[in-house]
């Protein structure tokens, strides 16, 4: 394939991936209903709200390596958008990050309120593992305990929560490289790792090939922060859909500040050349997941 | 056994529970450590707060009925017990019931702070997952798998936290007898009818034993919300360590005020002597669960 007709094919991965997402949460989401219709509309608010659908991407395109079942890969992807959103929607609360647009509408607590939006927070995260137990899942009960076990890692205490922690503490502390690249590892890296490896896990595929897409997604989260970072850095409030130089005006490190941002780049582009030659084994079929760590290097612009 | 020896080894029954569960969430949570560890200290301090850990005693005499081997029932019940007590973190917060004290000592968002509160409760929430998909917990990953979707839609947003979502808007709300009885069968019956369920899910004893121990949870469910009602008109800031009529203060609905006191205590009654009744398959080995209805309808005086 020639460059362009190469980005042309991520194009519409990347919005098939999202189109079935949506498609497969718009059916296992409860209707609204009964008493507590409340619930269910911020649920279906937060998730419906026009994100890139990147995770449900990894693992779509993962589990193709691995000769997954499409249906169950999409069950898996729409399981980690809705722990994904749940983190993002207790994320822009007030005693968090005290974020009132994303994506250039109210946050969930802005639309309905605080207690309504901990509380749809709270479902999203626990109708993830409802999701992945569900025999429609997987037809091995064992894949599905080590879905559920992986993300409960991935999401928990020392993985995305851990992250979302030092985040909070982040401000008041002198953190190096190391500390931030900590940060990112926990707070986005482990659920970006954990949708590459459900490939490879609904696949049966073996460490292996786990430790393959480990690294890959290892590679691929590190340029996003990084990416991010130039973004806030770099771009107006009209391109982000929200408040542009917010780290940087709560005087939090990130790798952009502290390597600058031609050194920022150049490791972006090395992660980049690394995430790429990962994937050899894999041949053709790799192909789309090969042209992601570009995408991400071109965002900025 | 007599009246006085059987309270007495219900007595002795509940303390084993508390201390079991105690033991295993000792284990099973993480130690404060790393940049996160003050997420690490602020779960441990929501859960050894010293609860009666009513749903760990229920798992542990409901696995007895199926022969359940005891470290198994005691994993399912830490499992539980660290769910149950994220409720209560978020349930404590500002924007929900703004608690500042629980069993006589500062909430767990006044101890730290409002994001580690929220994080805590997250991570308790997520590592209830964790637990129950192990290996260690039942060799057979269906049953375990199992444990995990009953456990989820127990407490996602069509059980207890469609519980809470109601609960939000009962002040507000012209609740009759079957808002407020769908409220609790929600916000506290779910969970604790799963933690009955659970002994017969780890014993794979089949439906009609499931529904039975069910039955059981559900009576024991409006027993408990019944007296806590009581409790709440009747007893003092001493006993109780939290503030009293607060629901009244609140104009929330309850049985006790829909019913009157009387009435109420007649109904929790009744449905003490319908648990006893139901358990009447299980022989001696139920004389326990037997004798926690009629301890419940004590705790008033």
Same mark, same amino acid.
């Given at each position: 394939m020639t460059t362009s007709s190469k980005n042309a094919a991520f194009g519409a991965a990347l919005g098939e991936a999202a189109e079935a997402v949506d498609t497969a949460l718009d059916q296992i989401l409860p209707k609204p209903e009964g008493l507590h219709a409340r619930v269910?509309?911020?649920?279906?608010?937060?998730?419906?709200?026009?994100g890139k659908r990147l995770r449900p991407f990894l693992v779509l395109q993962s589990a193709r390596l691995f000769a997954v079942r499409r249906e169950q890969a999409v069950r898996v992807a729409a399981a980690i958008e809705?722990?994904?959103?749940?983190?993002?929607?207790?994320?822009?609360?007030?005693?968090?990050?005290?974020?009132?647009?994303?994506?250039?509408?109210?946050?969930?607590?802005?639309?309905f309120d605080e207690a309504t939006a901990v509380l749809a927070g709270d479902a999203l995260l626990t109708i993830a593992f409802e999701i992945l137990a569900d025999p429609a899942t997987h037809e091995s009960a064992s894949v599905r305990c080590r879905l559920v076990s992986e993300l409960?890692?991935?999401?928990?205490?020392?993985?995305?929560?851990?992250?979302?922690?030092?985040?909070?503490?982040?401000?008041?502390?002198?953190?190096? $490289?190391?500390?931030?690249? %900590? @940060?990112? &590892?926990?707070?986005?890296?482990a659920l970006i790792e954990f949708s590459c490896a459900a490939g490879a896990i609904l696949g049966e595929a073996g460490a292996e090939?786990?430790?393959?897409l480990r690294s890959y997604a290892h590679d691929v989260g590190l340029i996003f922060q990084i990416t991010d970072d130039l973004l806030d850095v770099l771009s107006t409030a009209e391109k982000t859909g929200k408040a542009v130089g917010k780290d940087q005006g709560q005087g939090k490190a990130t790798l952009v500040s502290l390597?600058?941002?031609?050194?920022?780049?150049?490791?972006?582009?090395?992660?980049?050349?690394?995430?790429?030659?990962?994937l050899a084994p894999y041949g053709e079929t790799a192909d789309v997941l090969r $042209?992601?760590?570009?995408? %991400? @290097?071109? &965002?900025?612009?």
């Open positions: 269910h509309e911020a649920m279906r608010y937060a998730v419906f709200a026009g809705a722990l994904h959103t749940y983190s993002l929607v207790h994320d822009d609360l007030p005693c968090m990050d005290d974020d009132d647009l994303r994506r250039g509408r109210p946050t969930t607590h802005k639309a409960a890692r991935a999401a928990g205490c020392n993985g995305m929560i851990g992250g979302q922690m030092i985040d909070m503490q982040a401000a008041e502390a002198a953190f190096g $490289a190391d500390e931030v690249m %900590l @940060l990112q &590892r926990l707070k986005t890296g090939d786990e430790a393959r390597l600058g941002i031609d050194a920022a780049r150049e490791k972006a582009g090395a992660l980049s050349r690394h995430a790429i030659e990962t $042209a992601l760590p570009p995408f %991400l @290097l071109r &965002r900025e612009s």
